[in-house]
């Protein structure tokens, strides 16, 4: 979706779109799109800088960091996002220092905002770094990759890395073994 840029005025416009799982590329493995994202908002314009605020909310499928099984997510996202025209973002020097303000601020082309990159990059940035089905996820055999919290593998768990081993014997004094 495009927000024509000078049909935007300092009043606020609404705007809303709904997204396809398939429209929405997240180029992230473990994470996709399970259900449409709805992107409602206002958009706002002060001379060249355009202003777009509001909330998308959709749902995700992660793979679980430690088991690789598939787990679906809520996910809400608000968004507070100024751009300015590509011009003026290219004219600027180099050695720029930059400013608190300018961390949310984001280059357009031409006469329009792309909506779809924004909503893209804002699911993105709200997927979680780590991802458990639960807390107490066992994970994946090392030898065999069974999932340990389906069934038990019939692989001996016993070994110690040698680097470890002085660690273990620590433990096993600890603990009166």
Not at 16 to 26: G, K, N, Q
Not at 35 to 45: E, H, I, K, L, N
């Amino acid at each position: 979706m495009r927000i024509e840029v000078e049909n935007l005025t300092a009043a606020a416009t609404p705007f809303a779109h709904t997204y396809r799982p398939e429209e929405v590329e997240l180029e992230e493995e473990g994470a996709r799109l399970v259900a449409d994202a709805a992107v409602d908002g206002v958009a706002t314009r002060k001379g060249e800088r355009v202003r777009l605020r509001g909330t998308i909310k959709t749902e995700v499928e992660l793979l679980c960091d430690r088991c690789l099984g598939p787990e679906r997510a809520p996910l809400a996202v608000e968004f507070d996002t100024s751009f300015i025209p590509q011009e003026v973002e290219a004219g600027k020097e180099e050695s720029v220092e930059l400013l608190a303000e300018d961390l949310g601020l984001a280059a357009y082309e031409g006469d329009a905002v792309d909506l779809d990159e924004l909503v893209r990059e804002q699911i993105l940035l709200a997927l979680p770094s780590r991802h458990l089905c639960r807390e107490d996820c066992k994970g994946l055999c090392q030898k065999c990759g069974a999932n340990l919290n389906e069934n038990q593998c019939s692989c001996e768990q016993g070994e110690t890395d040698p680097r470890w081993a002085a660690l273990a014997d620590l433990k096993k004094e600890v603990n009166g073994e």
